[in-house]
Structure formats: C-alpha cells, structure tokens
C-alpha cells in the first residue's frame, strides 16, 4: 500500500527546498547590504541570501525525514499485519514435536 500522505509531505519538503532557494537568492538583491562610512555602496546582501538557503534546506529536509518515517511506519504496519495473518492460520491445538 502506498502512502499518500508520505508522498504529499515529500514533496512539500522539495517545494520548500527550492521555493526557499530561489526566494532567498531574490531577497538578497532586494535588501542589499549597505557599506562605507562617506560613501555608502550597496551590493549583494549574501549573509541574507545563506541565511535564508540554510534554513529552507534545514526545513525541507525535516518535511523529507517526517515523510520517510511515515513510508517505514507504514511498511512496518503491513509486516506485522502480514505476519498476524499468518500466525492466524496456524492451528492453535496441534502442539509442536519435539
């Protein structure tokens, strides 16, 4: 059985992996950073652009994490219920040889 939620969490963590990229490469040309004691040059403001990339990549991948342990969650509920039936099937009364 596939999770759909696993997948729908999966790709919200690639959405903002690459939303945040392209939003904070944006962000630094429109905050630039302000230098010079007479006089002031602005250029690319970069700590806010890494800081912004860092922090998207971080998020995304925590969405990405949460996805996988809900695919092995899910996987694991399918082997235990694999296994039940199958116990299931065994005959309780019929003892073992030893």
Same mark, same amino acid.
């Given at each position: 059985m596939i999770n759909e939620?696993?997948?729908?969490?999966?790709a919200l963590g690639w959405i903002i992996i690459i #939303?945040?990229? =392209?939003?904070?490469?944006?962000?630094?040309?429109?905050?630039?950073s $302000?230098?010079?004691?007479?006089y002031i040059t602005e250029s690319y403001n970069w700590v806010l652009a890494i800081a912004?990339?860092?922090s998207s990549i971080?998020?995304?991948v925590i969405f990405i994490g949460? #996805?996988?342990? =809900?695919?092995?969650l899910q996987e694991n509920a399918e082997n235990i219920n $694999?296994?039940?039936d199958q116990s299931s099937k065994v005959d309780r009364?019929?003892?073992?040889?030893?």
């Open positions: 939620k696993a997948k729908i969490i999966n #939303a945040g990229c =392209i939003g904070s490469l944006i962000l630094g040309s429109e905050f630039p $302000k230098s010079g004691v007479y912004g990339i860092m971080i998020s995304g949460f #996805a996988e342990i =809900i695919e092995l $694999k296994f039940s009364d019929e003892l073992p040889e030893l």
